[in-house]
């Protein structure tokens, strides 16, 4: 699940869905009806996933076994890089019918998800989508699935189970599958609020071995945005990453604020932690600054691709620093400036595992930035550092001083 900023007026998709979603990604909250599944993948496909992520002497620990955190890459979880099919499921119910047409639905989600995930790959992830000719009825009326917030592992997977078993029934095949999506219409009485991603031991998915699913929901009142959101943010999950919001406080987002979708959804590109994990920053792109230095940062929402500073300063955890610009994914954020965060893999999804560093801590996101909505992602919308200023993080003697922003991104100097 992901939370909903209300900073602007929200858009509302036509009832029924009755459009194909504009391109680029607008930069707003993203959610959806569906449930995601991943596959183990192809072999083929098993040396592109091994490709480097976080890695050499800023690398941190993984995170505790059976976690979902901010550690590198495990092979627990499908690597995003290169090409992936998603066979989506549309699927309807015997006491409530889809209203409308399963291809428009299905590229409701579809096509924004998929130009989000390349362009802020920089083209490392082309995933393609591939939905099913028509509904496909579930066995059971959707009254009888018991579907809610904290829905429990059994009822999850009997859910994708029945709708896997339904699309085989009318003659679906997964052999090319690496990702598997479960989509019903907006009439369902499901807000995006009851989505979530959990890990299955065991689904059969036509003689496959199915490794892990998401649930992701949305009614036409939930607006366009809201719905689409989840789409994503419960696909990363399925690649690994955690829930940055505080999921103590009702999702509250004063960790990391609109800065990832795993905290506000498609306000903004991926953390640049979270780009070096998936492989698609590569180890020249990351300045491993354990004694200090100085380092470009190249925007990380740049086309050409991005780069961070990193120093990690203990097992477990690291700062990073990283340039944000209203650029690619990046085109709504509400300031620009050098993004400092930090990471610890020894903290689990949605208790704040990574932790943004305000430079203007009390402001409440000042006069640019202060009419945005709840106000913990206002607070944090001005967290960047300016040309000319400095941060201290006290608590590991590290400080990251903004030097001058260039042609190609931002020069900074960090001290210990």
């Given at each position: 699940?992901?939370?909903?900023?209300?900073?602007?007026?929200?858009?509302?998709?036509?009832?029924?869905?009755?459009?194909?979603?504009?391109?680029?990604?607008?930069?707003?909250?993203?959610?959806?009806?569906?449930?995601?599944?991943?596959?183990?993948?192809?072999?083929?496909?098993?040396?592109?996933?091994?490709?480097?992520?976080?890695?050499?002497?800023?690398?941190?620990?993984?995170?505790?076994?059976?976690?979902?955190?901010?550690?590198?890459?495990?092979?627990?979880?499908?690597?995003?890089?290169?090409?992936?099919?998603?066979?989506?499921l549309?699927?309807?119910?015997?006491?409530?019918?889809?209203?409308?047409?399963?291809a428009?639905?299905?590229?409701?989600?579809?096509?924004?998800?998929?130009?989000?995930?390349?362009?802020?790959?920089?083209?490392?992830?082309?995933?393609?989508?591939?939905?099913?000719?028509?509904?496909?009825?579930?066995?059971?009326?959707w009254?009888?699935?018991?579907?809610?917030?904290?829905?429990?592992?059994a009822?999850?997977?009997?859910?994708?189970?029945?709708?896997?078993?339904?699309?085989?029934?009318?003659g679906?095949?997964?052999?090319?599958?690496?990702?598997?999506?479960v989509?019903a219409?907006?009439?369902?009485?499901?807000?995006?609020?009851?989505?979530?991603?959990?890990?299955?031991?065991?689904?059969?998915?036509?003689?496959?071995?199915?490794?892990?699913?998401?649930?992701?929901?949305?009614?036409?009142?939930?607006?366009?945005?809201?719905q689409?959101?989840?789409?994503?943010?419960e696909?990363?999950?399925?690649?690994?990453?955690?829930?940055?919001?505080?999921?103590?406080?009702?999702?509250?987002?004063?960790f990391?604020?609109?800065?990832?979708?795993m905290?506000?959804?498609?306000?903004?590109?991926?953390?640049?932690?979270?780009?070096w994990?998936?492989?698609?920053?590569?180890?020249?792109?990351v300045?491993?600054?354990?004694?200090?230095?100085?380092?470009l940062?190249?925007?990380?929402?740049?086309?050409?691709?991005?780069?961070?500073?990193?120093?990690?300063?203990?097992?477990?955890?690291?700062?990073v620093?990283?340039?944000?610009?209203?650029?690619?994914?990046d085109?709504?954020i509400c300031?620009?400036?050098?993004?400092?965060?930090?990471?610890?893999?020894?903290?689990?999804?949605?208790?704040?595992?990574?932790?943004?560093?305000?430079?203007?801590?009390?402001?409440?996101?000042?006069?640019?930035?202060?009419?945005?909505?709840?106000?913990?992602?206002?607070?944090?919308?001005?967290?960047?550092?300016?040309?000319?200023?400095?941060?201290?993080?006290?608590?590991?003697?590290?400080?990251?001083?903004?030097?001058?922003?260039?042609?190609?991104?931002?020069?900074?100097?960090?001290?210990?």
């Amino acid at each position: 699940m992901v939370p909903r900023a209300s900073g602007r007026p929200r858009a509302r998709g036509p009832r029924g869905v009755r459009h194909r979603p504009p391109r680029p990604l607008p930069a707003a909250v993203l959610a959806l009806a569906a449930a995601a599944v991943t596959l183990a993948p192809a072999p083929e496909r098993a040396a592109a996933a091994q490709r480097a992520d976080i890695t050499g002497p800023c690398a941190i620990a993984p995170e505790p076994r059976g976690w979902v955190g901010e550690g590198p890459y495990t092979g627990r979880h499908l690597q995003p890089l290169g090409e992936q099919t998603a066979t989506v499921l549309m699927v309807d119910f015997p006491d409530i019918p889809a209203r409308s047409a399963a291809a428009e639905r299905a590229a409701f989600f579809t096509d924004p998800a998929a130009d989000f995930l390349a362009r802020s790959s920089y083209g490392r992830y082309r995933p393609r989508f591939a939905p099913t000719d028509g509904w496909v009825r579930m066995p059971r009326p959707w009254s009888a699935y018991g579907i809610g917030r904290r829905v429990p592992t059994a009822t999850m997977k009997r859910y994708v189970q029945d709708a896997v078993d339904a699309a085989q029934g009318r003659g679906t095949g997964f052999a090319e599958t690496d990702l598997l999506l479960v989509v019903a219409d907006d009439n369902v009485p499901a807000s995006p609020a009851v989505s979530q991603a959990r890990t299955f031991a065991e689904l059969d998915v036509g003689g496959r071995s199915v490794t892990a699913a998401a649930l992701v929901f949305g009614r036409e009142q939930d607006g366009a945005d809201w719905q689409r959101g989840n789409f994503t943010h419960e696909t990363l999950h399925l690649f690994g990453l955690p829930d940055l919001y505080n999921a103590a406080r009702g999702a509250s987002v004063e960790f990391a604020g609109a800065w990832d979708p795993m905290s506000v959804a498609a306000r903004s590109d991926l953390l640049g932690w979270h780009k070096w994990k998936f492989g698609w920053l590569r180890d020249a792109d990351v300045g491993c600054l354990p004694d200090g230095g100085t380092w470009l940062l190249r925007p990380v929402g740049s086309a050409e691709g991005g780069s961070i500073a990193v120093v990690r300063t203990g097992e477990s955890t690291a700062l990073v620093a990283e340039a944000r610009t209203r650029t690619g994914p990046d085109s709504g954020i509400c300031t620009e400036g050098v993004l400092l965060y930090t990471v610890d893999s020894s903290v689990r999804t949605g208790h704040g595992p990574v932790r943004v560093l305000d430079a203007t801590p009390g402001s409440g996101g000042g006069s640019r930035c202060g009419a945005w909505r709840p106000p913990a992602l206002a607070e944090l919308w001005d967290a960047p550092v300016l040309p000319g200023g400095s941060h201290q993080h006290g608590a590991d003697g590290v400080t990251v001083t903004v030097e001058t922003r260039t042609e190609d991104g931002y020069r900074v100097r960090i001290s210990r």
